[in-house]
């Protein structure tokens, strides 16, 4: 018993309905296990995130008191005893799944709190579970379950198994709460503590008492177990879909790419002017996956991935635009492995033929060096750069060159770079230019804007950015960049930009490529996000994603680069209601900012947009968010026309 007076309610999660089909070759034997309430899990051999394939998840288990230490003692129950015997009743069925499980006791004996600790620390568990009874009043009924304070996976771990065992075992859902109790400040993995019922109670004592009971406490304990390490919830992967043609409906086929080679492919149909939201996690569970999206019917869509997280690396989420052909040679002018950034180079083989992809880094002084690695068919493959020799520490552009067309995108994490946390991604470039745009950027308050350049060839380039301000004002800077290299230019310091909406030309004697990185606090919101800039303006534009509902603001941002006033219609396409639109006019040489959830009748809704000008324009998305625990920002380059293939490299549902 651990005892709380006067604890908080809190709700917890709802239980999951699912099937699931899960396979580990290490293990043939595929079990089902069916807890109280509707719900039927089919559940294999799992590994958490930390054991990168070394071997079954290890679960210890914490029968609480025990020896000199009773625990509560009410209506005829020691607590001690159905603690240790529901723990025993916990461990068979995590076995039969295929984890392996530590016992901190497994008879009536004394264990001190760290003692406890020690055992799952030595053991290196991936999660650590204490089982209790409660007790309190008389009247005290139901279920709960704590994690340790401002614990992210904790509380993930905690909501899974009690909303189990209430599925379980029907008593009073009593919510998730948080607490310093010792054993979950002092293990040094994810933990939970769950207290079954109250022996207070004499109606609960009593059916504590039944060993049918004790079971079904126990069959909840292990589902909630397996659930969070089935998907422990770090990454929650959206595709989303949007399909302009105002007649026909777009027929879909979506293939998903794990790191293993395994390919699923699933259908999707998005009707006439609408936009379609898939949760890749409910196709995909616990896996790294790279997707690829293809019409089936010949009619064009846009496509573009949203990504929510919170794991070791950072919280927040990032979005990215898909790109429309594989290619054998891609560009990524942003790259660092200093100042608390973690880069990853993320490389899809949609071939069906083994690959071979060499990465070249390309340092701020023209430093480079190559690593060459092989891809199996229809796979993804993640190199983390931190492990190349000589970029541990080090701000970078990539080249990444392959022997079959491959797609190439790079996703960076970052914990307290210069206080923000979170992460952004964008996909590689397939040619250098010499011209870019970018309508987005800001340098006020606590934003961080920063443009990267990468000069891939062997010669150096001279850069002239033209800044352009509000109101029509610009200012004019030129840069050069050495050989083979990255350039970093924070706008912050640029003199006269210290505090100003701004977007960006960059024009370039040689062909070279730019992204905009942005770091930022919107309302307490702080983390980054980054986009790859387009080479030429447009008069037509889309965007997949837009939403508007609870703790989510959405931005599209408009730049016209030339000489006259530009008119600019934005038709939203929501998920489901009529369309929509909006008409501004965009003063020449300036940028304007619509925040959507301002539009008349598009607070509330997913959607998509579409814009048309009667000029060229440059179209950005930006949007901020509170997504559960998770909170963040991204912004994507708009699509200039949709297209019958799309490619994602990157994507995580773990």
Known sequence: MILLPGSRREISECAWLFILRFLVLAFKKLIILAAAGAM???????????????????????????????????????????????????????????YAVKMTRETDATVSLQQR????????????????????????????????YNSVDGRRLATRIQSEVVNSIRLPDRGVKQAGFYVL?????????????????????????????RQKIAEGIAAGINSYLLDPGQFDEYLLLQNPDPKKTAELEIHYMRGDGVEEVYRQTVPPQARRTIHVDEYIRNSDVSAFIRSRNGVPVIAERAQYFAFDEG??????PGVTAPSRVWYLAEGSTNWNLNTFVLIQNPSDSKNSATVQL????????????????????????????????????????????????????????????????????TTPGTRWYLAEGYTGGRFDTYLLLQNPNNAQAKATITYMLPRGAAKTVVYKLVPNSRKTIHVDDVPGLEDTDVSFVVASDLPILAERSMYFDYFGITEGSNSTA????????????????????????????????????????????????YTLNIPPRSRRTVKVNDVEGMNGLSF?????????????????????????GDDVMGAKEPSLEWYFAEGCTR
């Open 40 to 98: 039927v899990l089919a559940a294999a051999p799992v590994l958490s995130a930390s054991d990168s394939g070394a071997g079954p998840a290890l679960v210890c288990l914490d029968p609480g008191h025990g020896g000199a230490e009773s625990g509560a003692v009410y209506n005829g129950v020691v607590e001690k005893i159905p603690n240790l015997d529901i723990a025993l009743r916990v461990r068979p069925i995590l076995q039969s799944m295929g």
């Open 362 to 429: 390309m340092g701020e002084d023209g430093s480079t060096t190559r690593k060459t690695y092989s891809l199996s068919p229809h796979s993804r493959f993640t190199l983390d750069c931190s492990t190349v020799a000589g970029f541990e520490k080090a701000d970078f552009s990539v080249k990444v060159s392959s022997k079959l067309p491959v797609v190439v995108e790079r996703a960076m994490y970052f914990n307290d770079h210069i206080g923000m946390f979170g992460g952004h991604d964008s996909p590689g470039f």
């Open 185 to 213: 400040k002092n293990t040094d993995m994810t933990a939970a503590l769950v207290e079954g019922c109250f022996l207070t109670n004499p109606a609960e004592a009593k059916l504590l008492k039944d060993s049918k009971f």
């Open 117 to 148: 600790c020690d055992i799952a620390n030595s053991a290196h568990a991936d999660v650590f579970v204490s089982i209790h009874n409660n007790a309190y009043l008389t009247t005290s009924e139901g279920t709960e379950a704590y994690c340790y």
């Open 608 to 632: 998509s947009t579409r814009v048309r000008s009667n000029r060229p324009v440059v179209v950005e998305r930006s949007k901020y968010y509170w997504y559960g625990d998770k909170s963040g």
């Open 534 to 581: 387009t080479d030429s303006p447009s008069t037509n534009w889309y965007l997949a994603e837009g939403y508007t509902g609870d703790g989510f603001d959405t931005y599209v941002l408009l730049m016209n680069p030339g000489g006259q006033e530009a008119r600019a219609t934005l038709q939203f396409m929501p998920e489901s209601g009529a369309l929509k639109k």
């Open 315 to 320: 919280r927040g989420g990032h979005g990215a």
